[in-house]
């Protein structure tokens, strides 16, 4: 990544923003973690963001907690 796509990078998303190869590491767990508290998200303010920001990683993450909620 050059100092320009760094930049937009920053500008365009949360600085808390972890990046979708974080989200998708800890997608499971959080998704696991939300399903049984909300709160969850203030844990991880910056999966939150991300998912919040990302289209593809939000909805890799509202598949997953609707399967997680529907096995519960
Ligand atoms: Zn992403």
């Given at each position: 990544m050059n100092h320009r796509e760094q930049?937009?990078?920053v500008l365009a998303t949360d600085p808390?923003?972890?990046?979708?190869?974080q989200a998708i590491a800890?997608?499971?767990m959080y998704?696991?973690?939300?399903?049984?508290?909300?709160d969850a998200a203030r844990e991880y303010?910056?999966?939150?963001a991300?998912?919040?920001?990302?289209g593809p990683c939000g909805e890799d993450f509202q598949g997953l907690l609707e399967a997680?909620?529907?096995?519960?």
């Amino acid at each position: 990544m050059n100092h320009r796509e760094q930049l937009e990078r920053v500008l365009a998303t949360d600085p808390a923003d972890v990046g979708c190869e974080q989200a998708i590491a800890l997608l499971h767990m959080y998704a696991d973690m939300i399903a049984t508290d909300k709160d969850a998200a203030r844990e991880y303010p910056g999966v939150a963001a991300h998912l919040a920001a990302c289209g593809p990683c939000g909805e890799d993450f509202q598949g997953l907690l609707e399967a997680v909620t529907a096995g519960a």
